[in-house]
């Protein structure tokens, strides 16, 4: 199975029907009322828009859910990689002016996360809600024992060694088996180095209605510092006892939704 098929495979998972958008060159899935108030979902480095089939469907109950393909990563975009912070804060507002989304609620898991948090810094007046689902480089780095045991997968990306790795991560969890098929066809994509993280020097979310997700299982940072350094920033934060860092969202889409439709005082 190619990547594609298997793209639109776990596109079909979502259950609903998805507009498939063009945003110069930014892959977008989209469902919901087109009135209905905005989320933005942005996925994990590596992970790709489908990965939200088990938390788009029940947020566009009552959402309008755009889904975006960061362009240079595994998916469906075109538009030129962004190599720097700037490029991405760029193509981020791009896609969101494209849209015509002004304070959206924003949400992003790991590599997703740090991007919507350092938008939302950079970009207060144009968020309305923020929510980080166990997020990397925002308010902690990663364990050294997580960066090593990914290096294989990283240095000569298979996916049998990506495979391997979101195995050892996520400790014996059901995963999804579209998801992780599609995964691992992703490294044999051509892509381009992502931008690197630059945590913020000091976050003060107290300007903002912010949520963070912490996954009490996660093998890439510690659980419990993430979740002191998020509530004394000012975020309020959920955790989920039984998930990893990379059971997210795919095998907690409903908790995470749930907890997204009350934040978003839609529920």
């Keep these: 199975m190619s990547f594609q098929v298997a ?3 776990l596109l079909g998972r979502w259950g609903v029907t998805v507009d498939q958008l063009e945003v110069d060159g930014t892959h977008v899935n989209a ?21 939200w089939f088990s938390v788009a469907p029940r947020l566009a109950e009552r959402h309008r859910v755009y889904a975006l393909d960061l362009p240079g990563d595994a998916g469906r975009s075109t538009a030129t990689p962004p190599r ?7 193509w981020l507002a791009g896609v969101l002016d494209g849209l015509r989304l002004e304070r959206p609620l924003l949400a992003g898991h790991s590599y997703g996360a740090w991007t919507a948090l350092t938008y939302a810094i950079r970009n207060p007046a144009r ?11 925002c308010f902690l780095g990663l364990k050294t024992s997580y960066v090593l045991r990914a290096l294989p997968a ?42 690197r993280p630059r945590r913020p020097a000091a976050t003060d979310l107290r300007e903002f209605d912010t949520l963070v997700f912490v996954a009490d299982r996660s093998k890439s940072h510690d659980p419990d510092e993430l979740a002191r350094r ?29 907890e997204l439709l009350k934040f978003s005082g839609q529920r």
């Design 154 to 195: 990283l240095l000569r990306p298979s996916p049998a060694r990506n495979e391997s790795f979101l195995r050892w991560e996520t400790q014996g969890i059901p995963i999804d088996p579209d998801w992780l098929h599609l995964a691992g066809l992703a490294t044999l994509e051509p892509t381009t180095r992502p931008v």
């Design 127 to 137: 968020v309305g809600k923020l929510a980080l689902i166990d997020p990397t480089n």
């Design 7 to 9: 793209y639109d495979v």
């Design 31 to 51: 469902c919901g009322a087109a009135d209905a108030p905005p989320v933005v979902l942005l996925a994990g480095h590596g992970a790709t828009s489908p990965v």
């Design 84 to 90: 720097t912070v700037d490029d991405l804060m760029n």
């Design 230 to 258: 998020a509530v004394a920033a000012g975020a309020t934060v959920i955790r989920l006892e039984q998930a990893t860092h990379h059971s997210l969202p795919a095998a907690h889409g409903e908790e995470l939704s749930d």
